[in-house]
């Protein structure tokens, strides 16, 4: 399975970003896919997630300027970012929990896109 993000980029504290990430590949059960965050000189962090049945989790950080949403057919998992703050600066990553045909969980990561935010 190969994860590939977009969205990314320059934009004014305040405003709004849409980050996507498809998931390509056969052989796995998707369980959750998330967003994670690093932001320089932190630690890695989970901004989102959102299990198949469609319950979801934020970070306290976001939680009502954040939505995470999924489209299973697509195999896409969205995160819009409204309200940005110059803290919200950081490579966002996304990450997906499967379990392949051997029920072995598995996980795969995206390759990252930066988000900066300018005050």
């Known amino acids: 399975v190969q994860l590939q993000a977009s969205g990314g980029g320059l934009v004014q504290a305040g405003g709004s970003l849409r980050l996507s990430c498809v998931a390509s590949?056969?052989?796995?059960?998707?369980?959750?896919m998330d967003w994670y965050r690093q932001a320089p000189g932190k630690q890695r962090e989970l901004v989102a997630a959102i299990a198949s049945g469609g319950r979801t989790n934020y970070a306290d950080s976001v939680k009502g300027r954040f939505s995470i949403s999924r489209e299973d057919v697509e195999n896409t998992v969205y995160l819009q970012m409204n309200g940005l703050k110059s803290e919200d600066t950081a490579v966002y990553y996304c990450?997906?929990?499967?379990?392949?045909?051997?029920?072995?969980?598995?996980?795969?990561w995206g390759q990252g896109t930066l988000v900066t935010v300018s005050s």
């Open positions: 590949g056969t052989g796995v059960d998707i369980a959750i």
């Open positions: 990450h997906v929990g499967a379990v392949d045909r051997n029920n072995i969980r598995r996980h795969y």
